[in-house]
């Protein structure tokens, strides 16, 4: 899609946003409560009871690392994706909000979450001098569909929220693969292997990177983009998504 066009597009689907909110007064998207003119999307309590992850956490066990650990005590070998850190746990509470954000054209809210995810990693030396931050992108065909791809969205508050370069384009879907959530972990692979490619290996070589999605459940699609951009050039690969999902 023209570049120019989506930024128009989340443009109008932010307007529409206000003008609803106009016509109905806006409410809690969780709780349902009417909000004060200071709230967005959700109200104070149910912001404030956001349970937030405070560690990364290895992708193939998903054991957390505590005590500024940078490696699984469990898996033998590194993986191409060392660690990733989530906002939170994929709770019903988190789903009603991904769900808006991804599927509801609720920017706002995923902006939100975004820059709550950013602060939290900015904290975290992990995640300290790193080069780029690069999406898990979506198919072409895929983002015509939605009109935004969330993990564009979310890479680009928190690339401002840490003063690292976004690289948008740099990491292509080149396979339009099928919906991951009824596939187990054998068949996700399956699913997405070869299906991203590089742009220009050049830009990414030796260069540590911060991939981003929005949720992250058998760790498939992060690790196969990892695994590209590694074959590339890439030195070092890490995730940052708003959700953990524990199956
Ligand atoms: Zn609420
Ligand atoms: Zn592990």
């Known amino acids: 899609m023209n570049p120019h066009f989506s930024e128009l597009l989340n443009y109008f689907l932010e307007l529409k946003d ?58 033998s070998t590194d993986s191409n994706l060392l660690y990733v850190r989530s906002l939170g746990i994929f709770d019903d509470f988190y789903k009603v909000l991904i769900h808006k954000f991804k599927y509801k054209g609720k920017v706002s809210l995923g902006k939100k979450l975004s820059k709550k995810l950013g602060e939290e990693i900015r904290k975290d030396k992990r995640f300290s001098s790193f080069d780029f931050l690069i999406p898990v992108p979506l198919h072409p065909a895929r983002k015509r569909e939605r009109g935004y791809n969330q993990s564009e969205i979310m890479g680009e508050v928190i690339s401002k929220d840490l003063g690292i370069p976004f690289l948008k384009n740099e990491l292509k879907r080149i396979k339009n693969t099928k919906d991951q959530t009824k596939l187990n972990d054998e068949q996700r692979r399956k699913n997405v292997k070869d299906a991203f490619k590089v742009s220009f290996p050049e830009m990414i070589k030796d260069k540590k990177i911060i991939l981003v999605d929005d949720v992250i459940t058998t760790g498939a699609t992060l690790d196969e983009c990892a695994r590209v951009l590694k074959d590339n050039g890439a030195k070092k690969i890490v995730g940052a998504t708003l959700v953990l999902a524990v199956n």
Do not use: Q
């Open 18 to 75: 206000s003008i609803m909110d106009f016509v109905y007064p806006p409410h809690c998207l969780v709780c349902g409560r009417y909000l004060s003119e200071k709230e967005k999307d959700l109200c104070e309590g149910c912001w404030n009871s956001l349970g937030i992850i405070p560690d990364p956490f290895c992708p193939n066990c998903k054991s957390f690392f505590s005590d500024e650990k940078s490696r699984c005590l469990f898996c």
